[in-house]
Structures are given as structure tokens and as C-alpha cells.
């Protein structure tokens, strides 16, 4: 199998795996999804809350903020060496105390060490009015996407076979109809002739087809080349993100043939 970044941005991948087939793609994307560690609040003791909202709203709010995840650095707390009491091998601290008039934001959590600080701090969390105060502490572990949506690096994914555009001269009349149909505009008319300007644009919807009444246009999908694209929440790199995936997947093979006896 061959992999090829297409576009690689700190929170968004385009990949273009080759020789492949698609039950190992869509292996890669469900560890994506689920099997990933990432670092989110699981704990918040609430000293005093006289905002609008309840504790359990502020709670789940705080739990979905994307936070720094160093897998270098932590351990899951069940697996920890402190036995699941906490410690900074496991768990992370924040507090966060504001009082209104004012919008409470990510930003306002304030980390243990400033190497924990949230990735986005634009977040809103709760607005406060004249003298309603919010006073809390929270703490973070790690989990996966599987237990939680707090704790899914990636969003976003799919995946879709490479196209393969075939058009016949000879039946082509230039009529332009698939042109205009086409949804994506990766159809033109060049040197009397009907080419495809960006084939990776193409979605497959086949419209092209169903307009052409000469049938002269056929689209198909390559089930060995296949292209995914996702996104992460800030936690972790789209890079890293992956890498970590297939890491996560080569020790699931391992396991299962040594379960074989191979
Ligand atoms: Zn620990």
C-alpha cells in the first residue's frame, strides 16, 4: 500500500491510499474515530454557580473544550502506576473563577502548567450577569471517542474511491449538458474536445451520465485508489492523528495473531 498526503494542514489531511482495498481504509477511519486517545475534562467540582445555567450544562461544556493532548507525556488514568487515585502522569488540573458582568470563555481555564492551556480560547461557555459568579475546578484524562464524543480527535472523515472518467470521442457531440450538470464544474469543452479539468474534485454523483443522452461520458470508482479526508478538533495534529492510528491498528494485528497462534 502506498499513502500520499494530497494537502496536510495542522488540523485537516487529504490522503491518497494506493494499492489498497476498501475494508483496510475503513479500518484506518474507524480508529480515526474511535480508538485515539485525547486528553478532555471528566471531573469538575463546582464551589459556587449562580449563572443561568446548571452545573451539569457548565460540566458537559467544559468536558467538549479540545485540550493539548501529549501522549508522550500521559497515561490513562485506569492503567495508571497511582492505581486511578490521580497524578500528574494521568490527570490534569484546571481552575477557572470569574465573576459577571462577562462572557466566561475556554480561555478562562486556567491550567496546572501553562503547557496544558486549552486550544482554542475563543470558546464561550456561559455569560454572567452583575455579581453571578462561576468559581470551579476541573480535571482532565485521557479516553477515547468510543466512550465519548469529548474525547473524538477526528470529525469530519470519508472516504471515496478515485475516479476514473471515461469519455467517448466518437459518440461526444459537444453538447455541453454534462458540463453544465456537473455539480463540481470539473467538466470543460477544450480544443473542440470534452476534457476533465480537476478529476480529484469529482464526487462520483454520476449526473454527468443521466444527462448525456449519447451515453459518451461513463464514470466509475477505483476501489484500489482511494482518497480520505478528515479533521481534528485542535487536540492533536491531523499527522499525529493518524500515525497514532496506525499504531493503534498494527498492535490490534498483532494481537489477533498471536490470539491465532501464528
Ligand atoms: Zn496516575
Not at 480508529?31 to 445555567?53: G, H, Q, R, W
Not at 498492535?251 to 491465532?260: F, I, S, T, V
Request: with cysteine; glycine share 4%.
Amino acid at each position: 500500500m502506498k499513502l500520499k498526503f494530497l494537502e496536510l494542514k495542522d488540523n485537516y489531511a487529504k490522503i491518497l491510499f494506493e494499492d489498497t482495498a476498501p475494508y483496510f481504509v475503513n479500518a484506518i477511519r474507524r480508529t480515526l474515530i474511535a480508538d485515539i486517545p485525547k486528553l478532555a475534562i471528566e471531573t469538575v467540582t463546582i464551589y459556587d454557580n449562580t449563572s443561568a445555567l446548571f452545573d451539569e450544562i457548565i460540566a458537559h461544556r467544559l468536558g467538549m473544550i479540545p485540550l493539548p493532548t501529549r501522549l508522550d507525556l500521559l497515561n490513562f488514568r485506569k492503567e495508571c502506576a497511582c492505581g486511578g487515585k490521580g497524578c500528574p502522569s494521568c490527570t490534569v488540573h484546571y481552575h477557572l473563577s470569574k465573576e459577571g458582568e462577562c462572557v466566561v470563555y475556554s480561555g478562562d481555564l486556567v491550567p496546572e502548567d501553562p503547557m496544558w492551556a486549552v486550544v482554542d480560547d475563543k470558546i464561550p461557555i456561559v455569560k454572567l450577569l452583575k455579581n453571578q459568579r462561576l468559581i470551579l475546578e476541573a480535571e482532565a484524562e485521557l479516553g477515547t471517542g468510543k466512550e465519548h464524543a469529548k474525547w473524538q480527535v477526528v470529525c469530519g472523515i470519508g472516504y471515496k474511491y478515485y475516479p476514473i472518467i471515461e469519455i467517448d470521442d466518437e459518440k461526444c457531440n459537444l453538447c455541453k449538458e454534462c458540463v453544465k450538470a456537473c455539480p463540481r464544474n470539473i467538466l470543460e469543452i477544450k480544443r473542440n474536445k470534452l476534457t476533465v479539468k480537476n478529476i480529484e474534485d469529482c464526487i462520483l454523483c454520476k449526473t454527468c451520465m443521466e444527462v448525456c443522452k449519447r451515453k459518451a461520458i461513463e464514470v466509475k470508482g477505483d476501489e484500489t485508489r482511494i482518497i480520505m479526508q478528515y479533521e481534528t478538533d485542535g487536540s492533536m495534529t491531523a499527522k499525529d492523528a493518524l500515525m497514532e492510528a496506525l499504531k493503534i491498528l498494527h498492535k490490534k494485528y498483532d494481537e489477533l495473531e498471536k490470539a491465532l497462534g501464528l
